[in-house]
């Protein structure tokens, strides 16, 4: 009976000993702070929001404050991307010129909207001959949407980068329509079709642009537009916070992906395109973009995977808002809204339907962007990692 007890004379001494094994428990012990010190200085922001407000432009701004900006090479891979922008904004003017039975008020310019019209952009890839060959092979790319055989093929360029170029002809058709008088018209009623928010911005540029050997800017770069799709990483340091920043595709096809980024998430930063008020998404054109951004926080907002996340309130692009406010009134869209078209008290309206819908009491800290201004990012952000090192401060006990 008993026999399976052990008594303290029978349990073998630890080869490390006493000393041994009180000094593996400090290491032990403090191997755990550090990791702590070092988890809570691992910050996970992901990026939401519906599309086209300004998420991605972010991430660029991200690299270009804490990563040290693009090289020549990178920007010259975004000509194609400014290009494609260029063509299908001037395509989308033409449409809708045609939708609203407008007409150029001149001649030289209804001619020039046929051809925008039926312009095609090609571009092609240069490879380099084995050792030994004498010039460069050109081969062919599967044409975009905007492709034509007849564009011309600019040299010199490094191998395997895509590249193509604006005529003349048609650079000189897309400035001279841009300066239509029907172009106010149309613009006029540019809720009721698709343009996109950098469509001025390059045809206010459209001769630079266009211009033999151009080199993109990083104003340009910024202002370009690509779909997101997927789900992209950017990683940088910033003070004592190492930041993996998640940006995540903001159309409706893209939003079943987010799942797999809402573990661990330190904040979130919401982005919503304050302009977008009467909006209608690319997706549905019968939904407004700024209810689908408020349904879509309110879905984020109250998730149970984010009860202990801070959440940061982009209201984004107050430069087109404030521009737009006097042509297009707020309450035109939202009846209750009764300021007029003081700028303030519109972003505090706005704000103030987001903050409604925050059943989960959660903080959030809301800011103005410009996500094309690079100074009032770098402030913008300034005060976002502030908020995110008290928050850990809090988190931890020391607050």
């Given at each position: 009976m008993g026999g399976c007890l052990s008594t303290e004379d029978s349990i073998p001494p630890h080869p490390l000993g006493e000393n041994g094994l009180r000094q593996r428990n400090v290491a032990i012990d403090k191997q755990i702070d550090e990791d702590a010190r070092k988890f809570r200085k691992e910050c996970k922001i992901l990026l939401l929001g519906s599309g086209e407000s300004g998420k991605s432009t972010v991430v660029k701004q991200m690299k270009i404050i804490h990563q040290g900006g693009y090289s020549r090479d990178e920007l010259l891979l975004a000509r194609m991307t400014i290009y494609k922008n260029i063509i299908e904004s001037a395509q989308a003017i033409v449409l809708a010129l045609r939708k609203f039975n407008l007409e150029p008020k001149t001649t030289e310019n209804?001619?020039?909207?046929?051809?925008?019209?039926?312009?095609?952009?090609?571009?092609?890839?240069?490879?380099?001959?084995?050792?030994?060959?004498?010039?460069?092979?050109?081969?062919?790319?599967?044409?975009?949407?905007?492709?034509?055989?007849?564009?011309?093929?600019?040299?010199e360029y490094s191998p395997g980068e895509m590249h193509s170029n604006l005529t003349d002809g048609i650079v000189k058709a897309i400035q001279e329509l841009w300066a239509d008088e029907v172009i106010g018209e149309v613009l006029e009623k540019a809720n009721q079709f698709y343009l996109m928010d950098s469509a001025p911005y390059f045809f206010d540029n459209i001769q630079r642009i266009g211009a033999y050997g151009y080199v993109p800017t990083m104003d340009d770069y910024l202002y370009a537009r690509t779909k997101t799709t997927g789900i992209t990483e950017t990683h940088f340091k910033s003070g004592p916070l190492s930041i993996h920043m998640f940006d995540v595709g903001g159309q409706r096809s893209e939003r079943k992906k987010w799942i797999h980024c809402f573990e661990a998430v330190t904040s979130i930063i919401f982005c919503v395109a304050l302009s977008e008020?009467?909006?209608?998404?690319?997706?549905?054109?019968?939904?407004?973009?700024?209810?689908?951004?408020?349904?879509?926080?309110?879905?984020?907002?109250?998730?149970?995977?984010?009860?202990?996340?801070?959440?940061?309130?982009?209201?984004?692009k107050i430069d087109l808002f404030r521009a737009k406010l006097p042509r297009v009134p707020l309450n035109q869209y939202f009846p209750e809204y009764s300021g007029g078209n003081d700028v303030g008290k519109a972003a505090k309206y706005i704000l103030w339907r987001f903050n409604q819908l925050n059943r989960a009491k959660l903080s959030v800290y809301p800011h103005l962007t410009q996500a094309t201004d690079t100074s009032n990012i770098r402030l913008v952000f300034a005060a976002v990692k502030e908020t995110i090192l008290q928050n850990a401060l809090r988190d931890s006990g020391i607050l």
């Amino acid at each position: 009976m008993g026999g399976c007890l052990s008594t303290e004379d029978s349990i073998p001494p630890h080869p490390l000993g006493e000393n041994g094994l009180r000094q593996r428990n400090v290491a032990i012990d403090k191997q755990i702070d550090e990791d702590a010190r070092k988890f809570r200085k691992e910050c996970k922001i992901l990026l939401l929001g519906s599309g086209e407000s300004g998420k991605s432009t972010v991430v660029k701004q991200m690299k270009i404050i804490h990563q040290g900006g693009y090289s020549r090479d990178e920007l010259l891979l975004a000509r194609m991307t400014i290009y494609k922008n260029i063509i299908e904004s001037a395509q989308a003017i033409v449409l809708a010129l045609r939708k609203f039975n407008l007409e150029p008020k001149t001649t030289e310019n209804r001619a020039n909207a046929e051809r925008i019209f039926s312009y095609r952009l090609e571009s092609v890839t240069l490879t380099l001959l084995p050792s030994g060959g004498s010039s460069p092979l050109s081969s062919p790319l599967q044409p975009s949407p905007y492709s034509s055989p007849s564009a011309p093929v600019e040299p010199e360029y490094s191998p395997g980068e895509m590249h193509s170029n604006l005529t003349d002809g048609i650079v000189k058709a897309i400035q001279e329509l841009w300066a239509d008088e029907v172009i106010g018209e149309v613009l006029e009623k540019a809720n009721q079709f698709y343009l996109m928010d950098s469509a001025p911005y390059f045809f206010d540029n459209i001769q630079r642009i266009g211009a033999y050997g151009y080199v993109p800017t990083m104003d340009d770069y910024l202002y370009a537009r690509t779909k997101t799709t997927g789900i992209t990483e950017t990683h940088f340091k910033s003070g004592p916070l190492s930041i993996h920043m998640f940006d995540v595709g903001g159309q409706r096809s893209e939003r079943k992906k987010w799942i797999h980024c809402f573990e661990a998430v330190t904040s979130i930063i919401f982005c919503v395109a304050l302009s977008e008020y009467d909006q209608v998404l690319l997706e549905e054109n019968s939904q407004n973009r700024m209810d689908e951004s408020l349904l879509l926080f309110e879905s984020v907002i109250n998730s149970r995977w984010f009860i202990r996340t801070s959440i940061i309130l982009f209201l984004n692009k107050i430069d087109l808002f404030r521009a737009k406010l006097p042509r297009v009134p707020l309450n035109q869209y939202f009846p209750e809204y009764s300021g007029g078209n003081d700028v303030g008290k519109a972003a505090k309206y706005i704000l103030w339907r987001f903050n409604q819908l925050n059943r989960a009491k959660l903080s959030v800290y809301p800011h103005l962007t410009q996500a094309t201004d690079t100074s009032n990012i770098r402030l913008v952000f300034a005060a976002v990692k502030e908020t995110i090192l008290q928050n850990a401060l809090r988190d931890s006990g020391i607050l």
